[in-house]
């Protein structure tokens, strides 16, 4: 069984950045001092 890190709740799998804050709470999740932009629910990522 993996365990979790101690800051990581039952709804945060991952702290990418390592800031103490789970990725799905985290504006700034890799770390580069950007914070995330959420996209509209009816949209799909363009293909690089």
Partial sequence: MQTMPSHLTPTES???DND???DNADTDDDGDNVLMQTMPS???PLNP
């Fill in 42 to 44: 009816h949209s799909t």
């Fill in 20 to 22: 103490g804050t789970g």
């Fill in 14 to 16: 991952e702290d990418t």
